[in-house]
């Protein structure tokens, strides 16, 4: 079975200034998806960014990275110029492609819940 | 931008009593899921559905849990006899298809069972 770590429960981060989230995965799988997602105050969960593993190329989407290191099952989110609305919850989940034993649900970590100071 | 909604925001109920959680997945959506998260927790997979029937499902979704999809747009989530352990915040997602890479979330169901 898969599972997904988030060694790092909280994490703090000066407003515009850059900030690390570690995420590491294990699975015997060689074709997933992973995923980032934001869980501010009001639990609603906001998809941040998402990885394809058979690309190499690491996903960007605005202010926000990953480095994929699929070798190292490793999936860290980078902030860039972090901003106060950027406080909240983040959780990395990993999600098998469709076969018979899956059907497409999200594994997820226990979160990292990151501090922006002003 | 077509979003998943779900009804009621919060729900409050007695234990033993039974409570339906709705939600209204994206309309082109095949795929329909159910995650739930307790307070301080991590999110965990209840259940998946896709043609009208239950595809996955996980330890947690025992008998007192069911899903349905009575008409063309409603999912629904049913607890048929609540226990103190069920208060957790419920998400619905919904997955355009095999080929579609994200899930989409509706934005929660509180439930409190006093």
């Known amino acids: 079975a898969q599972t997904v770590t988030q060694s790092q429960p909280e994490m703090s981060v000066q407003e515009a200034e850059t900030v690390t989230l570690s995420c590491t995965y294990d699975?015997?799988?060689?074709?997933?998806?992973l995923f980032w997602y934001k869980q501010p105050p009001s639990r609603q969960m906001i998809l941040v960014i998402r990885?394809?593993?058979?690309?190499?190329q690491n996903a960007t989407e605005n202010r926000f990275s990953v480095n994929f290191q699929k070798a190292a099952k490793s999936f860290s989110l980078k902030i860039s110029d972090s901003q106060l609305g950027d406080a909240a919850m983040y959780f990395c989940?990993?999600?098998?492609?469709?076969?018979?034993?899956?059907?497409?649900?999200?594994?997820f970590g226990k979160g990292t819940k990151l501090s922006v100071k002003p | 931008e077509p979003e998943v909604t779900q009804t009621p925001s919060h729900q409050v109920t007695q234990m033993g009593q039974e409570v339906i959680l709705r939600c209204v997945p994206i309309?082109?959506?095949?795929?329909f899921y159910w995650y739930r998260q307790i307070l301080g927790q991590k999110v965990e997979f209840l259940v998946s559905?896709?043609?009208?029937?239950?595809?996955?499902k996980s330890e947690i979704f025992d008998d007192q849990f069911s899903v349905e999809r009575p008409d063309g747009s409603n999912f629904t989530l049913k607890i048929r006899s609540t226990k103190l352990e069920d208060s957790a915040m419920y998400f619905c997602?919904?997955?355009?298809?095999?080929?579609?890479?994200?899930?989409?979330f509706g934005p929660g169901t509180r439930l409190t069972v006093l």
């Open positions: 559905f896709y043609n009208n029937e239950i595809s996955e």
């Open positions: 309309s082109n959506h095949l795929y």
């Open positions: 990885q394809e593993a058979y690309k190499q």
């Open positions: 997602a919904s997955l355009g298809g095999r080929r579609g890479d994200t899930q989409y």
């Open positions: 989940a990993y999600r098998s492609f469709f076969n018979g034993g899956s059907q497409g649900n999200l594994i």
């Open positions: 699975t015997s799988e060689s074709d997933y998806y």
